[in-house]
């Protein structure tokens, strides 16, 4: 009996533990929503930023099948930028990757510590307006929107990269310079790497997998339905961020050009049956880049395995004329998917995400001729109304 108290008691407290958890990051996500610093433009340029990003790990110079040309050579140099992994490449004596280590660690800590004081401000402060009021909390606030849409687009390839690069180190690796691995001071940066990595796992919980806003008046360029398509991505920037450190010779880079555009031919079909984001500009942006980054793949396949003439000009062409009619084509058929459910009764919808296709497509068409801002059906209102035809 003692016993079965005792189990009892254990998973009281870990509910009561997980229900505040769940509170506290609640209140957080809830007020980040409010404070929002990014337009729509600016959460468009991380989008690309975070798009070439990608396109870095098949443009990699190592690989000898790419293009020979003047015009390829100025893109690769201009990706290796965005990323750790192509700067990297270039220390001789380990300074960048030493430097980067810390900037990366001292970074993370600092927006878990604000992440921490400023969930716990609001929690414990009864009146949330007034804590919202408070300049310091409104800069914290502020600070935290940004580190989140930063999180969640380009700053995940390289924290978690110079973090796994710590614990993945070879001392002919073209990485680390002179410093020797697993010697010495190598343990300090190797502690480092794991509270650093620990700490960014966190955040990246909160942030990137609990921050959404499911509101379709929201003005927060991210808002849109309920998606794991942020958790496909993330998985596949730290898959991406593994193969590179552990294959830095690029033994595999032909298997990695198979699974990479394999990746992207997922997501465009995932994209094509999930709900798109309420910003139709935003989501449009979306399809664009990701059609890019999967036509830029299919090219370089080819060349990979079936071009065995020597690199020239022509590939390179082809991929960027066929880029155009491609976006354009591919957002056409996802809209006129969007499209079909405008036609459907409510009786012949078989899934959820059927009715969310519906409803958004109404609010689409409503919002956009500007009767919600002069009718008495309010949006709230309006969309308590739908969600009850629902049930």
């Excluded at 433009?41 to 690309?48: A, F, T």
């Excluded at 965005?82 to 990757?97: A, C, E, K, P």
Aim: glycine share 4%; aromatic share 18%; net charge positive.
């Amino acid at each position: 009996m003692n016993d079965n108290r005792s189990k009892n008691s254990d998973i009281s407290a870990w509910r009561k533990a997980e229900a505040k958890f769940k509170s506290w990051v609640y209140v957080l996500m809830d007020e980040l929503s409010k404070s929002q610093i990014f337009t729509v433009n600016l959460y468009k340029l991380l989008l690309l930023i975070e798009t070439l990003q990608f396109l870095w790990f098949i443009f990699n110079p190592k690989y000898d099948f790419l293009w020979d040309t003047r015009i390829f050579t100025w893109v690769q140099t201009a990706l290796r930028y965005f990323q750790f992994d192509g700067i990297l490449s270039n220390s001789n004596d380990g300074t960048l990757f030493v430097t980067f280590l810390y900037i990366a660690f001292i970074f993370t800590i600092i927006m878990m510590i604000i992440t921490i004081l400023t969930t716990v401000v609001f929690v414990n402060r009864k009146d949330r307006i007034h804590a919202v009021n408070s300049s310091t909390l409104n800069y914290a606030l502020k600070t935290l929107s940004g580190y989140n849409l930063l999180l969640t687009t380009i700053l995940a390839f390289p924290f978690y990269h110079i973090f796994m690069a710590t614990f993945i180190c070879r001392n002919d690796d073209d990485k680390h310079g002179d410093i020797e691995c697993y010697k010495g001071i190598y343990f300090v940066h190797l502690v480092v790497a794991i509270v650093g990595m620990v700490f960014l796992l966190v955040t990246t919980y909160i942030f990137g997998l609990l921050s959404m806003d499911l509101n379709p008046w929201s003005k927060v360029p991210y808002a849109a339905p309920g998606s794991k398509m942020n958790v496909i991505k993330l998985s596949f920037k730290i898959l991406i961020i593994l193969y590179i450190n552990l294959d830095y010779k690029s033994n595999l880079k032909k298997e990695f050009i198979i699974i990479f555009a394999l990746f992207w031919l997922l997501i465009l079909v995932l994209r094509y049956f999930q709900t798109p984001c309420y910003n139709k500009s935003v989501f449009n942006f979306m399809l664009a880049n990701e059609m890019t980054t999967f036509w830029a793949s299919v090219v370089i396949f080819f060349h990979a395995f079936i071009d065995n003439s020597p690199p020239d000009n022509m590939g390179f062409l082809f991929m960027l004329i066929g880029i155009p009619p491609l976006v354009y084509g591919y957002i056409i058929i996802v809209d006129a998917r969007a499209s079909h459910f405008r036609k459907l009764h409510i009786k012949n919808f078989k899934r959820d995400t059927d009715f969310e296709m519906y409803l958004l497509n109404i609010v689409q068409l409503i919002g956009g001729r500007g009767i919600l801002k002069n009718n008495v059906y309010q949006p709230t209102n309006f969309f308590k109304k739908m969600i009850l035809i629902k049930e």
